[in-house]
């Protein structure tokens, strides 16, 4: 697993900071969304005003600690990149690519 990320979380619930990897290097928001139905995702990604992903809530069966599960998608991916938000040690929330 790499971080590829790093957040804050504001007042509101978002999330805001960087992604870097190879292809990417942007600012992007993590901002709750309005549930129309219980598949509908709970945050939309952005960057630069152009939507490229989406979070779910979870929890942690082991700690019960809650993260972001997300799944983002970009022309310049050969596939959608899933990733977990987790806070980090420092108040920050770190973002970590899985395969």
Known sequence: MAQI???TR???GA???TIKTLTLNVKASIKPCDRDNDRAPDFRVTATG???????????RETGAEYL???L???SFTAPVYASLVQGDKGDH???WSR
């Not at 152009?50 to 779910?56: L, S």
Request: proline fraction near 3%; glycine fraction near 14%; hydrophobic fraction near 30%.
């Open 5 to 7: 990320g790093t957040f």
């Open 10 to 12: 504001d007042e509101t």
């Open 15 to 17: 999330y805001n900071g």
């Open 50 to 60: 152009v939507e490229f992903g989406a979070g779910w809530s979870r929890t942690a």
């Open 69 to 71: 599960s997300l799944k």
């Open 73 to 75: 998608d970009d022309p």
């Open 94 to 96: 770190k973002l970590i």
